[in-house]
């Protein structure tokens, strides 16, 4: 019986099915066209320190195999989601930095741009409105026009370049709302920060904030955002004091720092005056509707919008 270190010694291991040598593994690194490419651009880098570094150079070439076939952000199997592993020397290792691949710079700029966007009370999927999805039908095109003249033009807080803002009005459901959430994303592509707002539900609001001293900050909001968004004006309830001393204030103070406002209504100029005229009392003072009135008139451009009423169409869908 042959004793157990002359058995062991008779013994030679095999490498498992599928996996490479060593031998096998480094030419497949050596030859791979990232490491060569990596040596013409570094000639001073040496066999040894190519060898020293295998585990790096492996990565490297998995994370950019990954990156050829990319199909999206989610499915990123990288060591650092949305970035590459690339090679750079140190001393007689090379080593991986981690940079951003093209998608995750996209997703950044994204995620930046609708920081701009701030909204009160808006519906998500108004905000994620976008002109690219947008039916230009013949009722909707010089709204459509006109805001996208505005995207390009608008200077907000710009002494030397004045520009009016815009009121969009129509019946109910025809895509006013969803117009102005569509600019407020173009304006974000330029670097343009904006605050929509469903004025009825901001000003119940207000009237809430007065237990709580909170007022000024809400205003301070409304009065120095760049471009401010008030949808569906004209659906509130008004006591005097909003309309003169809240409306009133914020619409005075953007007209003097040229921060322009965009509207959407039921009303046209006529109606919404005569809405503003009426106090939640049952009053009527013509002459206070007409000063907030002067403030939207002389500094907006109309555009009535008309259509099918796409709410119903979803509801019923």
Known sequence: MESVSKTLSNLKWKKPMGIPSLEELQRHIFRHPMILSFQQENPDVTIEMLERSMVKLDQAIAEDSHCQVCTGLDGCPNMIKGHCAKLTKSLSYIETIFTPCSKWNAYQEQKSREKLIKSHYIPKDVLAASFQHFVQDPQRFDAFRGLMEFCLKVEPGSKAQKMKGIYLYGPLGVGKSYLLAATARKLASRGISTLMVYTPDFFREVKESLQDHSLQNKLDALKKVPVL?????????????????????ILQYRISENLPILYSSNYNYTLLEEHLSHSAKGGIEIMKAKRIMERIIHYTEAYFVDGLNRRMEREGS
């Not at 569906?232 to 809240?246: K, T």
């Open 229 to 249: 968004i008030l949808d569906d004006i004209g659906a509130e309830s008004l006591s005097p004091w909003a309309r003169d001393e809240v409306l009133g204030a």
